[in-house]
């Protein structure tokens, strides 16, 4: 085997123009094979493809079965009365409902009269609280000389 590897090709001479180029052609024939085994390849591939997902398409729609009690609605058709998509006395009726809030603002009434709550005028409700203050939790001596920053006093 050593005796092959010895053997050494000697380099052709690049000053003889016919040596400077291969003297074989390629051999077209295999390269026609390989490009006809592709373009046979590419397109059993995508005919196997559209077979899957035609399948997979297919499989997907027999599933989903529609409810029975799916219906189509016209858009065209008017809802049945009352209709409410338009009211002829919007403006009366926001009226009413602006004069009732009114009322409940500026006049006493009862809240709940079962558990004797009345409601006073916003007005005198916001003397009152300015009059008696807002409720607050009672602080221990602790609590106020923490937040003044001081010792707290010893018991």
Do not use: C
């Not at 989903?64 to 219906?71: G, L, R, S």
């Not at 009226?95 to 009269?113: C, M, P, S, V």
Request: hydrophobic fraction near 35%; charge should be negative.
């Amino acid at each position: 085997m050593a005796e092959h590897r010895d053997i050494q090709h000697p380099l052709p001479d690049l000053t003889n123009p016919e040596l400077r180029h291969e003297n074989r052609d390629v051999n077209v024939w295999a390269v026609g094979k390989v490009g006809i085994a592709l373009v046979l390849t590419t397109i059993a591939s995508l005919l196997l493809m559209f077979g899957m997902f035609r399948y997979l398409e297919v499989r997907e729609n027999t599933a989903q079965i529609p409810p029975a009690t799916t219906y189509t609605v016209n858009p065209n058709k008017l809802p049945p009365e009352p209709n409410v998509m338009f009211n002829q006395h919007e403006s009366e009726n926001q009226q009413e409902i602006r004069a009732a809030e009114d009322r409940e603002l500026n006049e006493y009434g009862w809240a709940d009269k079962a558990h004797g709550v009345v409601r006073l005028p916003i007005e005198r409700a916001m003397d009152l609280v300015v009059q008696r203050g807002l409720p607050a939790r009672p602080q221990t001596d602790q609590q106020i000389h923490r937040e003044l920053g001081g010792p707290a006093p010893a018991k």
